[in-house]
């Protein structure tokens, strides 16, 4: 039998090619699904004279790492407010929704479990912390 040490080494190299070609987009994936920001985040705005309202901040990365996300209001039946721009860099948040002119900044804490910031709606600050609830 006769071998064929050239095919052998094509092989090796296509095969090394593809490998190292599909690395960075299984390592961004991995890195999108391992960010401590991605997941759902719950928290309770105190306006003062008027009730309070729960929040629910819902973020998302693509493999690419970059995010996205949603707002819903559940104490008025409000879901699927799209948050328009959003940026996290460790510790922190920002994000804008221009559905309701909404801006928060926030800071995470170490255990990223939560995230201390302001919420602006209609130019009015208010304290809002979010709690990783998945």
Sequence with gaps: MKRHPELFGLCVGFVLI???????????????????????????LDPGARPKQRVVVHIAAAQDGTLSGTIDYPDESASGALITAITYKDPTLHFESTSGVVSYDGTMNKEHSEIAGTWRQGGAPLSLTLKKTS
Excluded: H, K, Y
Aim: glycine content about 12%; overall charge negative.
């Design 18 to 44: 593809l490998g190292l070609r599909m690395a960075p987009t299984m390592m961004a994936a991995d890195q999108a699904d391992r960010s401590p920001i991605v997941g759902n985040w719950e928290g309770t």
